[in-house]
T-cell receptor, first 111, second 112 residues
Framework: KAGVTQTPRYLIKTRGQQVTLSCSPI?????VSWYQQTPGQGLQFLFE???????NKGNFPGRFSGRQFSNSRSEMNVSTLELGDSALYLC??????????FGQGTRLTVV | SQQGEEDPQALSIQEGENATMNCSYK?????LQWYRQNSGRGLVHLIL?????REKHSGRLRVTLDTSKKSSSLLITASRAADTASYFC????????????FGTGTRLKVLA
């Protein structure tokens, strides 16, 4: 069974641009959650989607948004990028009530 | 404040020794998960322990959960250089969802 796939793996963007990250969950998993990891703040929850509905949202500004498609694939978008958005963005998928499995992440660098 | 906090923050041991790391959390939980992260890469799921379980094993890993003390421990026996990584515990903020709070992690270094 294929694991959680995140694309792209690495990304360099300029301040003010926007970026879209993609996450393909494990087949059959309907829950997808996103996390931001930085050296200073650690792992922080961004949002969680289940069956195309946002079920939870973390404490991030409105520049961070996401969505989930009918095939459970998810995207997150960050608009008007800031230097502080440089981070490893991790996506996790899970079956209801079971373990969350993470992808390898997308390393975003904002210059 | 962090729901899950690991202790110690860093641990350096010799190959073959055991490594123990602890996690404390603040609110009631229905499960707790441990993850490993190699430098700058994704998180690898190690073990999920439910609130009605006290101990769980997986290969060289042993996890305990004490809900009365709101704490968990991860023991890695007979450590190997390949175990060098950061280890995190994660607890759900809301039961039934995947809004998890991660601790700051324990950085384990196993010396060959």
């Amino acid at each position: 069974k294929a694991g959680v796939t995140q694309t792209p793996r690495y990304l360099i963007k300029t301040r003010g641009q926007q970026v879209t990250l993609s996450c393909s969950p494990i087949s059959g998993h309907r829950s997808v959650s996103w996390y931001q990891q930085t050296p200073g703040q650690g792992l922080q929850f961004l949002f969680e989607y289940f069956s195309e509905t946002q079920r939870n949202k973390g404490n991030f500004p409105g520049r961070f948004s996401g969505r989930q498609f009918s095939n459970s694939r998810s995207e997150m978008n960050v608009s008007t990028l800031e230097l502080g958005d440089s981070a490893l963005y991790l996506c996790a998928s899970s079956l209801q009530g079971a373990e969350a499995f993470f992808g390898q992440g997308t390393r975003l660098t904002v210059v | 404040s962090q729901q899950g906090e690991e202790d110690p923050q860093a641990l350096s041991i010799q190959e073959g020794e055991n490594a123990t790391m602890n996690c404390s959390y603040k609110t009631s939980i229905n499960n707790l998960q441990w993850y490993r992260q190699n430098s700058g890469r994704g998180l690898v799921h190690l073990i999920l322990i439910r609130s009605n379980e006290r101990e769980k094993h997986s290969g060289r890993l042993r996890v305990t959960l004490d809900t009365s003390k709101k704490s968990s421990s991860l023991l890695i026996t007979a450590s190997r250089a390949a175990d060098t990584a950061s280890y995190f515990c994660a607890t759900p903020v809301t039961s039934g969802t995947y809004k998890y709070i991660f601790g700051t992690g324990t950085r384990l270094k196993v010396l060959a």
